[in-house]
């Protein structure tokens, strides 16, 4: 009978060991993913130096220059890559691409960054009319140097403060679902369509479910698909993924885990993990893309041109995407960039190849000479997005010698 009592009280002792040992790990493991959490900011999201651009005054003050500037880089560009830099005067403000942040064989060509400084250059037109101003822009005024894009020269003006002006700062590009059965009345596309006032550009809107938006949720599927399966592509994109809250902070750029579309929950659950892989970060593109961006949408739309390498016409096109989405923004309206198709294309053309895309994307784009240079979804948002990370001042602003 003692014996007996006394494999059982070792046989207590023993599972009690045993339990104290499983909570013991427990508690480190959900300590350890807690402090991950933590220390990624995944519960209380964007927050410190890398957002504060989005704080900035772009109007008034003792330095209407600057502040033209601090509106302009707050402007859409590729992948928050920010391929931007500006040369200030009392008189103009010079724009250059920073010719190192690009995408690499993701924007073979660079057009995708020229869009971007096209963006920027909208947003300094804006806010230098807010600070009394009246701009006069040139485009690529320097024959021997393509990476200076524009000079804006600041004429004496009267102050105009516009409904775009005031959206600059709650621009934000929405990855997340869209409410697909609202639908985006006549008076709104009539918004959309009458700021496209370039005759070297033109916007064409299709519903998703019309067979122009079949064709276009089609051609967007395979083409991620396509660049997916690109080695180099794929690389180069990832090198502007921001996963870790310090790198955010270091680089204030990049796509992070707060912009991308995924939920509070996932960002939280996301944050527990080592950051991912290349592969995992392209199977998330893949299924992000097919099940929320492409699903969701209501509206698919494409700003079309003639010229489709042409600086001065891509800049301009960049400029018409930035007052498109300016306009959207005010008209309580989502939008997201879809250029998968379009940076197919461009690779193929890069790499010397017969373009099947281009071909198809075409078909239904209307024809009569004009060629796609950006596409994106719009709709009605199920959740508002948050504010990407930006660059300070002193990292855009160059001087002279």
Known sequence: MAAKKTRSSRSWISRRGFLKGTGALLVVTFGGATYRVLQQHAWTGPSGAAWEPWNATLAGGTNPQLNCV?????????????????????????????????????????????????????????????????????????????????????????????????????????????????????????????????????????????????????????????????RQVTSDSQRWIRARWDEIQEHRDGVTLFTSGATRTIQVLASMTPEPSEEQSNAYWLKFTRDLHLATASLFGAILVRELYDSEITLRAGRIWQRLHLEATNMGLAMQPLNQALELIDLDKERKRDSATAKQFESFAGGGGWRPTFAFRAGYPLESAPPSPRRSLSDVLLHDG
């Not at 679902?177 to 916007?203: C, H, N, Q, S, W």
């Open 70 to 230: 601090a509106a302009a880089i707050l402007a859409a560009n590729p992948h928050n890559t920010q391929p931007w830099l500006f040369r200030v005067a009392k008189d103009r403000i010079d724009i250059f691409a920073d010719a190192v942040r690009n995408l690499g064989d993701f924007d073979a060509m660079r057009r995708e960054m020229r869009l971007g400084l096209g963006c920027a250059l909208e947003n300094l037109v804006l806010a230098a009319r807010a600070n009394g101003f009246a701009p006069a822009v040139s485009y690529v005024p320097d024959g021997q140097n393509p990476d200076h894009v524009a000079c804006v020269k600041l004429n004496n003006g009267d102050k105009t403060v516009d409904d775009r002006f005031k959206a600059i700062p709650l621009r934000h590009t929405n990855r997340y679902a869209y409410d697909k059965a609202r639908k985006i009345d006549d008076a709104a596309r009539g918004r959309m369509k009458a700021v496209v006032d370039d005759p070297e550009t033109r916007l064409l809107l299709w519903d998703s479910d019309s067979s122009e938006g079949r064709a276009f949720h089609d051609l967007t599927l395979d083409a991620t698909m396509t660049l997916i399966g690109d």
